[in-house]
C-alpha cells in the first residue's frame, strides 16, 4: 500500500485530463436513472449495473489516466444479473447491521468499509456473482479498512469548502475521491483478483 499522500496526487493528475469525461458522464448517469425512475422497478433492476459502469469509468481512469464513456455501459452487455445482486445484497446487509441494537449503525458503518471493494472486484472478475464478489472484498479489505477510512478523511477539507460553495464543489471533489478509491483497491488487489 502507497502512502495516502501518492493516492491523493494520482486522482488530481489524472482526473485534470478527465473533468470533461467526468461531467458528461454524470449528466448521462442521470439522464439514465431520470428514465429509470419512470419505469416501475427500473432503477432497482439496473441501478446496480449503472453504479458498477460508473465504478468502472473511474477504475479505468486510475489504471490508464484516460476514461472511456463506454464503461459505464459495460455491464450492460455483459452479466447485469452480477450486478443487480451486488448492489442489492450490499444494501440489504447494510440495512441488517443498522438493526443490531445500540451499535449498529458503527457495525454498518465499518461493514461499507468491509464491502467497498467488491464493484471493482466485479469489473475484474464480470463472471462472479454479487456475493462472491462482497466475500472477496471483506477478504481484501481484512485489515485495510481503517487506511480506506483515512483516506477519504483526507478529504475533509475539501467537503467542508462542499458545503460553503453549496455542492458545486462536488463536480471537482468527487471524481477525486472515486479515482483514490480505485487507485488504492488497484494497490491492494491480489494478482488472480
Known amino acids: 500500500m502507497k502512502p495516502l499522500k501518492e493516492y491523493r496526487a494520482q486522482a488530481q493528475?489524472?482526473?485534470k485530463l478527465n473533468y470533461g469525461a467526468?461531467?458528461?458522464i454524470k449528466i448521462l448517469k442521470a439522464a439514465i436513472t431520470a428514465v429509470l425512475i419512470m419505469i416501475p422497478f427500473g432503477t432497482i433492476a439496473l441501478g446496480g449495473a449503472l453504479s458498477v459502469g460508473l465504478a468502472a469509468f473511474y477504475l479505468q481512469i486510475a489504471r490508464e489516466g484516460k476514461a472511456n464513456v463506454k464503461n459505464l455501459f459495460k455491464l450492460f452487455t455483459g452479466n447485469i444479473g452480477n450486478a443487480f445482486v451486488?448492489?442489492?445484497?450490499?444494501?440489504l446487509f447494510l440495512v441488517l447491521w443498522t438493526m443490531v441494537p445500540v451499535v449498529g449503525i458503527f457495525i454498518a458503518i465499518v461493514k461499507s468499509y468491509s464491502y467497498a471493494m467488491a464493484q471493482f472486484i466485479l469489473i475484474d472478475n464480470p463472471?462472479?456473482?454479487g456475493c462472491k464478489a462482497i466475500t472477496?472484498?471483506?477478504l481484501l479489505m481484512k485489515g485495510k479498512k481503517w487506511k480506506l477510512f483515512l483516506l477519504e478523511l483526507s478529504y475533509?477539507?475539501?467537503?467542508?469548502l462542499n458545503i460553503l460553495t453549496l455542492g458545486i464543489l462536488a463536480i471537482w471533489i468527487n471524481p477525486r475521491v472515486e479515482v483514490a478509491r480505485a487507485a488504492f483497491y488497484d494497490s491492494i488487489k491480489p494478482q488472480e483478483v
Open 22 to 24: 467526468n461531467i458528461y
Open 156 to 160: 475533509i477539507g475539501w467537503y467542508l
Open 127 to 129: 463472471d462472479m456473482n
Open 13 to 15: 493528475a489524472q482526473m
Open 136 to 138: 472477496a472484498s471483506r
Open 86 to 91: 451486488l448492489d442489492a445484497l450490499k444494501g
